[in-house]
């Protein structure tokens, strides 16, 4: 079975601190991906960054970078500064193997808020 | 060039009424996804289309809910008859490769009274 979990409903941090928020997955496909997703207040899905099972370093993009523990199977998502405009859901999701390769699988999600 | 787009972008029914949410694909994106979040729970795959057919359909919760996307553009959800346990709201995403990063619209917030 494929999996994504979040154990962490909700989560403050001060502005300009570090993050880090939780995701764990399950899955028995030796290819697949991770995805991170922020979901503002305004509903929309936001891609920030994506991380390949087989990608040998973490992935970043700005301000957000992936904790990739294979081994583990974790895959958390690490902001560095915190910005009061961080304040969202983010949803850790996986790619996993479905009939036509591509479904996405969520976790129930973190809801972030950044303290000024 | 415009993103995923829902509409409507709220709705709230009666039980037992029909409702049709729409789903306007980025152009040229051949692969269009249905996903819906209820309240407190992660978000839930439904269908898969690759341009007009249906590709993978496990995650329909059952025969109320009908999904089209004719000419391989645009797509429409509709449930009938609506029931409580169908409020959440539903996302569309679209993506270009079948591989390919998953593009989401607004959501369409469905309300089921």
């Known amino acids: 079975a494929q999996k994504i979990t979040q154990t962490q409903p909700g989560m403050f941090v001060q502005e300009k601190e570090a993050v880090t928020l939780d995701c764990t997955y399950d899955?028995?496909?030796?290819?697949?991906?991770l995805f991170w997703y922020k979901q503002p207040s305004s509903g929309e899905m936001i891609f920030l960054i994506y991380?390949?099972?087989?990608?040998?370093q973490n992935a970043t993009e700005g301000r957000y970078s992936l904790n990739f523990q294979k081994a583990r199977k974790s895959a958390n998502l690490v902001i560095s500064a915190s910005q009061l405009g961080d304040s969202a859901m983010y949803f850790c999701?996986?790619?996993?193997?479905?009939?036509?390769?591509?479904?996405?699988?969520f976790g129930t999600g973190t809801s972030l808020t950044v303290i000024p | 060039e415009a993103g995923v787009t829902q509409f409507p972008s709220h709705s709230v029914i009666e039980k037992g009424q029909t409702v049709t949410l729409r789903c306007d694909p980025i152009?040229?994106?051949?692969?269009l996804y249905w996903y819906r979040r209820v309240m407190g729970k992660e978000i839930k795959f439904l269908l898969h289309?690759?341009?007009?057919?249906?590709?993978?359909e496990s995650g329909m919760p059952n025969n109320r809910f009908l999904a089209e996307r004719t000419g391989g553009t645009y797509s429409t959800l509709k449930v009938q008859p609506a029931e409580l346990e169908d409020s959440g709201v539903y996302f569309c995403?679209?993506?270009?490769?079948?591989?390919?990063?998953?593009?989401f619209g607004p959501g369409t917030r469905l309300t089921v009274l």
């Open positions: 995403a679209s993506s270009q490769g079948r591989l390919g990063e998953q593009f």
């Open positions: 899955t028995s496909d030796p290819s697949y991906g």
């Open positions: 991380q390949g099972s087989y990608d040998q």
């Open positions: 999701a996986m790619r996993g193997r479905s009939n036509t390769g591509n479904q996405f699988y």
């Open positions: 152009s040229g994106h051949d692969n």
């Open positions: 289309f690759v341009k007009e057919s249906k590709q993978d």
